[in-house]
């Protein structure tokens, strides 16, 4: 209950701008409401009875309490062309009895021997004419016709109007505040459903709970939102908090598969824009933090080199194409010596034909004879194929998944994708609150993570 409480809260905090949108909109409906509605004034005016003619108190008590028993019917009265239809004719209304007795309601006071009746109108001096009218007509009704027909000898009742009706002052529908009132409820009303309803078809991870259920596989690590625009910067010192989410990640990924000691690690973005470079220039500087030789491998061809080297520099693509040996093409990244990286290259046109897996598989076997760690910033696993062919010949593969821009399909499709690799290890979560960048949960050691079946 607790965790779909605060996924409500988070889709309110996250689409801030509906619900004022909708309460304003449904304010102005009320506002228009109140504006252009037809308005409604009503009058009231009072018909009491009295006993009259008895001779005795008995006789009085008797009188009374067949006064009271006949009072509801002679409310229903009201609503009967016996005494609307004279109404009619006597104020020239523009109306039928029927129509009329939609505007008249008379609601019997029993204890009080008293009927209240309430006339409506558009105008104000009209409501109080037809609630007097309609007053005086039912005592008539009732006194000359009714009582004096049952007795013979005139009525034992004395109906008497006393309490005439007034012109209202001002209008009893609408109201603007109540209307105001209303419209700012079904407004927020609305404007809930349409958040849930824009919820619903967000397809984007909004948590790490998410990944797991999309992904099925461990969390290794949880980094937080990193707005720097240079990867390397963007990885951190030890004392940064993307530094710290990466150290964790790393001992995470060397745990889940225990293997040799030299490792060739691709990180890969489920989409582009995921965090993966940083992911990957976080790793070596781990790598280097823990006393590890480490080269960091820029094999995402589809966008420009970083800076590294001297310009004009061979890279990955002149060793690849056997242009450059890897010894020249890798260099010291930033006066480290202990971290080295080896950029793109060149990148001509079609650029990515060059990277043939198997051929990239024995550049990275090369690299692993002479550096503790190799990491391979890969781009995107949806991009080429080649790039999840080259996942079968790492000794494990890292996921990059981001909070609020990944969607789940994207995530489920680069699982499937990557599991018959094999190499698999788990997904490290970019873009969480800062407080909670470490390590996901203790890892353990895993089965590779292959292909469901």
């Known amino acids: 209950m607790m965790a779909r409480i605060l996924h409500a809260l988070?889709?309110?905090?996250?689409?801030?701008?509906?619900?004022?949108?909708?309460?304003?909109?449904?304010?102005?409906?009320?506002?228009?409401?109140?504006?252009?509605?037809?308005?409604?004034?009503?009058?009231?005016?009072?018909?009491?009875?009295?006993?009259?003619?008895?001779?005795?108190?008995?006789?009085?008590?008797?009188?009374?309490?067949?006064?009271?028993?006949?009072?509801?019917?002679?409310a229903e009265i009201v609503s009967t062309p016996v005494v609307l239809q004279a109404v009619v004719n006597e104020l020239d209304l523009d109306t039928t009895p029927d129509e009329l007795a939609e505007r008249v309601v008379a609601t019997p006071l029993v204890d009080a021997m008293m009927i209240e009746i309430t006339a409506s109108s558009p105008f104000n001096t009209e409501a109080p004419e037809i609630a007097g009218a309609v007053a005086q007509q039912l005592a008539d009704v009732i006194e000359l016709q009714l009582e004096s027909?049952?007795?013979?000898?005139?009525?034992?009742?004395?109906?008497?109007?006393?309490?005439?009706?007034?012109?209202?002052?001002?209008?009893?529908?609408?109201?603007?505040?109540?209307?105001?009132?209303?419209?700012?409820?079904?407004?927020?009303?609305?404007?809930?459903?349409?958040?849930?309803?824009?919820?619903?078809?967000?397809?984007?991870?909004r948590s790490v709970a998410d990944v797991r259920r999309a992904s099925g596989a461990p969390v290794l690590g949880i980094l937080p939102a990193v707005r720097r625009r240079d990867p390397v910067d963007a990885a951190g010192d030890g004392d940064d908090p993307v530094a710290g989410g990466v150290d964790a990640l790393r001992w995470a990924a060397r745990y889940a598969a225990p293997g040799p000691a030299r490792r060739v690690t691709l990180v890969l973005g489920v989409e582009r824009g995921q965090g993966a470079s940083t992911v990957a220039a976080g790793l070596?500087?781990?790598?280097?933090?823990?006393?590890?030789?480490?080269?960091?491998?820029?094999?995402?061809?589809?966008?420009?080199?970083?800076?590294?080297?001297?310009?004009?520099?061979?890279?990955?693509?002149?060793?690849?194409?056997?242009?450059?040996?890897?010894?020249?093409?890798?260099?010291?990244?930033?006066?480290?010596?202990?971290?080295?990286?080896?950029?793109?290259?060149?990148?001509?046109?079609?650029?990515?034909?060059?990277?043939?897996?198997?051929?990239?598989?024995?550049?990275?076997?090369?690299?692993?004879?002479?550096?503790?760690e190799v990491v391979v910033d890969g781009g995107a696993v949806l991009d080429r194929a080649s790039t999840r062919e080259l996942a079968r010949h790492v000794s494990d593969v890292v996921l990059v998944a981001r909070v609020g821009r990944t969607t789940r399909g994207a995530l489920e499709a680069a699982v499937r994708a990557l599991a018959p690799a094999g190499t698999l290890r788990g997904v490290a979560v970019v873009g969480v609150a800062t407080r909670d960048a470490g390590l996901a949960s203790t890892p353990t050691p895993i089965e590779p993570i292959r292909e469901k079946a």
Do not use: K, N
Request: proline residues 6%.
């Open 149 to 205: 027909a049952m007795t013979g000898e005139g009525s034992a009742l004395s109906v008497v109007v006393i309490r005439e009706p007034t012109v209202p002052s001002a209008a009893a529908y609408p109201l603007l505040w109540p209307s105001l009132g209303q419209g700012a409820l079904a407004g927020g009303l609305l404007g809930l459903g349409a958040l849930l309803l824009l919820e619903s078809f967000d397809g984007r991870i």
């Open 284 to 372: 070596v500087l781990a790598a280097a933090r823990a006393g590890a030789s480490s080269l960091l491998v820029d094999a995402d061809l589809r966008r420009s080199t970083p800076e590294a080297g001297d310009p004009g520099s061979g890279g990955l693509v002149e060793v690849v194409t056997g242009e450059q040996p890897l010894e020249t093409a890798v260099r010291p990244w930033r006066e480290s010596s202990a971290v080295r990286t080896l950029t793109t290259g060149r990148l001509p046109a079609g650029a990515a034909a060059f990277l043939d897996a198997e051929v990239l598989a024995a550049v990275l076997e090369q690299a692993a004879l002479d550096h503790d």
């Open 10 to 74: 988070g889709a309110v905090r996250r689409r801030a701008w509906v619900l004022p949108v909708f309460l304003l909109l449904g304010t102005l409906g009320g506002f228009a409401t109140a504006a252009l509605s037809t308005p409604r004034f009503d009058a009231h005016a009072t018909v009491a009875f009295t006993v009259q003619g008895a001779e005795t108190p008995l006789g009085e008590l008797a009188v009374s309490i067949y006064a009271q028993q006949r009072l509801l019917s002679y």
